[in-house]
């Protein structure tokens, strides 16, 4: 029985600007996605003689029904025609609904390491049709690129350069629902996007980093608020959400006195702090 071992990255989205609502329900977005060294890691056991999902996480298991995972993998089974079965094993690191994209990227992972191991090329348009099906962060997690401009849904992807940074993460140990973010944003009519060059980084530009949940998740979740003023204190350059919440991220441009990172960790009991960098 022949093993593989995959890592499977969180992002962070630098910005996030809803700009209309579309006919299937969706909203196109002008989004930039960043890939950080934060990873859950999947192993694909080959030839078992039945089907099985281990998910090694302080969440517990999440029904087949719901899993990206397992939806990805009865896809990718389908669309290729696979017969033989798998055991899949996922250690969770990416906080669950921390707006990191975990499930994205697990779904992604899955997608990969199945191509590699049957020999697909991660080219494949088929690959890309399963990803947006199951999501639209999950053609970012399958795609070359460490960081991207997403349009569309988030599925037309621009490459974007990676800038050096340390982001500092504050992940409180609650969810917000990406429904309710979009039902209770308020959009009524559509806008233009405000556009981010890749000549400097995103958080350098007069602009800022735009996050159009910002103000209703703050305004609904308080908490989230002193936690941004908290890393603003400790000298960020910039202080964001990650998609709609509650992942709360400060930018340092260059590595942060490790002091900054064990003061938070010891302070706040009920989070989860986190010390990264961007991929390249």
């Known amino acids: 029985m022949k093993k593989y071992l995959f890592l499977s990255p969180a992002k962070l989205n630098l910005v996030l600007q809803v700009l209309s609502r579309r006919e299937d329900g969706y909203h196109n977005l002008y989004t930039i996605f960043q890939k950080i060294d934060l990873f859950d890691e999947i192993e694909i056991k080959k030839g ?3 089907f099985r999902l281990d998910f090694i996480s302080d969440r517990g298991d999440i ?12 896809k990718f089974k389908e669309t290729f025609r696979i017969n033989e079965n798998h055991h899949i094993r996922v250690k969770k690191t990416i906080p669950i609904g921390a707006g990191l994209g ?5 779904a992604a992972t899955i997608l990969k390491g199945l191509a590699y191991i049957y020999g697909i090329d991660r080219e494949e348009p088929l690959l890309y049709s399963i990803a947006k099906s199951l999501g639209a962060d999950v053609p970012f997690f ?4 460490v960081a991207a401009i997403g349009e569309g849904i988030g599925d037309v992807l621009i490459p974007y350069p990676s800038f050096q940074a340390w982001y500092l993460l504050i992940c409180p140990n609650f969810e917000i629902s990406t429904k309710w ?5 308020g959009l009524t009519n ?3 996007p ?5 000549e400097v980084s995103p958080w350098r530009h007069p602009q800022g980093l735009i996050n159009d949940f910002k103000a209703l998740v703050f305004n609904k979740f308080p908490f989230l608020k002193e936690l941004e003023t908290k890393l603003k204190t400790f000298g960020c350059c910039a202080v964001s959400l990650s998609g709609t919440g509650p992942t709360i991220f400060g930018i340092f441009e260059k590595e942060p006195p490790f002091y900054v990172y064990e003061t938070l960790k010891r302070t706040l009991k009920e989070v989860k702090v986190f ?5 390249e």
């Open 48 to 50: 078992t003689l039945d």
């Open 63 to 74: 029904p087949l029904e719901e899993n990206l995972v397992y939806k990805a993998y009865i």
């Open 102 to 106: 975990g499930g994205s990227s697990n």
């Open 142 to 145: 399958l795609s070359p690129y």
């Open 181 to 185: 973010a979009y039902q209770n944003l």
């Open 190 to 192: 559509s806008k233009n």
């Open 194 to 198: 405000v556009y981010y060059s890749t």
């Open 275 to 279: 010390l990264l960098q961007n991929l």
